[in-house]
């Protein structure tokens, strides 16, 4: 299976509105609402932070959303903080009974 | 709230098996709620979905390393391990094991495992 494709940076500034999108097949983003994301911070485990294509978990900030359209899935960072520099990745369950990652995206806010 | 630990060697010697457990506290391996997975990541690269484990034993992996792993559970112990056989260089990761279905809502905190002679 391949990984899910997703861009390798994404510039931002304070207070400002980001997409980072997650493109599939239909094996996979498109076939299943099952699309989490994922923010990690360099050294520490990954923590979720969307499931279910557009649920957020107890605890984490309504600035992030996700939707998804097709084989694409994306994740929307609204009012960006300092504190979001980040890798984002992406998740779909398969359906081959599987999941797959994201290639994962830098967010960098300047 | 579940909680996570990994452990196992952080040096394996090329060729021979890496083995892992996950001790999962906070909650029965049986109850459930979760599949139990583990996820790598090498140095300086993405997230690899390695395979999960059901309480019942069911298991699925990633079609890429299915002929090197067996992920099995041992419930009396709450825990659940990984052993990929055959090791090379390009097996050098951090390993998580993490909980969930859909969605991966609980990591461990990674361990280092270096592949070298």
């Known amino acids: 299976q391949s990984p899910l494709t997703q861009p390798i940076t994404v510039p931002g500034s304070p207070g400002q509105s980001i997409t980072i999108s997650c493109t599939g097949t239909s094996s996979d983003v498109g076939g299943y609402n099952y699309v989490s994301w994922y923010q990690q911070i360099p050294g520490k485990a990954p923590k979720l932070i969307i499931y279910d294509v557009s649920n957020r978990p107890s605890g984490v900030s309504n600035r992030f959303s996700g939707s998804k359209s097709g084989y694409t899935a994306s994740l929307t960072i609204s009012g960006l903080h300092t504190e979001d520099e980040a890798d984002y990745y992406c998740s779909s369950f398969t359906s081959s009974g599987t999941h797959v990652f994201g290639t994962g995206t830098k967010v960098t806010v300047l | 709230q579940v909680q996570l630990q990994e452990s196992g060697p952080g040096l394996v010697k090329p060729s021979q098996t890496l083995s892992l457990t996950c001790t999962v506290s906070?909650?029965?391996?049986?109850?459930?709620?979760?599949?139990w997975s583990w996820i790598r990541q090498p140095p300086g690269k993405g997230l690899e979905w390695i395979g999960y484990i059901y309480h019942s034993g069911t298991t699925y992996y990633t079609p890429s390393l299915k002929s090197r792993l067996i992920i099995s559970v041992d419930t009396s112990q709450n825990q659940f391990s990984l052993r990929l056989t055959s090791v090379t260089a390009a097996d050098t990761a951090v390993y998580f094991c993490?909980?969930?279905?859909?969605?991966?809502?609980?990591w461990g905190q990674g361990t280092m495992v270096t592949v070298s002679s």
């Open positions: 906070g909650g029965s391996i049986s109850s459930g709620d979760y599949y």
């Open positions: 993490a909980a969930g279905y859909n969605a991966f809502g609980v």
